[in-house]
């Protein structure tokens, strides 16, 4: 009971961190959207460098809570991998979309409607900029 009342509190903040994040985004303001990422990470006991820095098992271990695997902390490494691929130039931003993709999709059902929503939205932008990584269209504002 503990832990699904973390989780509900912690994705209903998620939900209101995504959106701020958004806003800064497209006022191509990525340091402080990556600030905000990292306030709401610390809160969860992620520490997104690591994100970056890790992959596979070791990720997939940082991503957990009590030995499951933790939503909150799926999001929010996602969320940071699309922002420092925004950030990023070619071929690092595509390599981190594509990570950024395969967190998204890995992330289970949602109950928060408005959050699956944000979730659809972003798989759906990241698999249009992995699979035209340097196209025009490619480059539109992330929803």
Same mark, same amino acid.
């Given at each position: 009971?503990?832990?699904?009342?973390?989780?509900?509190?912690?994705?209903?903040? =998620?939900?209101?961190?995504?959106?701020?994040?958004?806003?800064?985004?497209? +006022?191509?303001?990525?340091?402080?959207? !990556?600030?905000? *990422?990292?306030?709401?990470?610390?809160?969860?006991?992620?520490?997104?460098?690591?994100?970056?820095? *890790? +992959? #596979?098992?070791?990720? @997939?271990?940082?991503?957990? !809570?009590? +030995?499951?695997?933790? %939503?909150?902390?799926?999001?929010?490494? @996602?969320?940071?991998?699309?922002?420092?691929? =925004?950030?990023?130039?070619? %071929?690092?931003?595509?390599? *981190?979309? #594509?990570?950024? =993709?395969?967190?998204?999709?890995?992330?289970? %059902?949602?109950?928060?409607?408005? *959050?699956?929503?944000?979730? @659809?939205?972003?798989?759906?932008?990241?698999?249009?900029?992995? @699979?035209?990584?340097?196209? %025009?269209?490619? +480059?539109?504002? =992330?929803?």
């Amino acid at each position: 009971m503990e832990r699904r009342d973390y989780l509900l509190r912690m994705l209903e903040d =998620l939900g209101r961190v995504m959106v701020r994040v958004r806003e800064l985004v497209v +006022g191509q303001s990525h340091a402080a959207a !990556t600030q905000e *990422l990292e306030r709401a990470a610390a809160r969860a006991g992620l520490a997104l460098p690591l994100v970056q820095a *890790l +992959g #596979g098992d070791g990720l @997939a271990a940082v991503l957990t !809570t009590a +030995g499951r695997p933790d %939503p909150v902390k799926y999001l929010l490494a @996602a969320e940071y991998l699309t922002v420092e691929g =925004l950030r990023a130039a070619p %071929p690092d931003d595509a390599a *981190l979309f #594509g990570r950024a =993709l395969a967190l998204y999709r890995g992330i289970g %059902p949602l109950r928060d409607t408005s *959050l699956q929503t944000a979730v @659809a939205d972003r798989i759906t932008d990241l698999e249009r900029r992995v @699979a035209a990584p340097h196209s %025009p269209l490619s +480059g539109g504002t =992330l929803r």
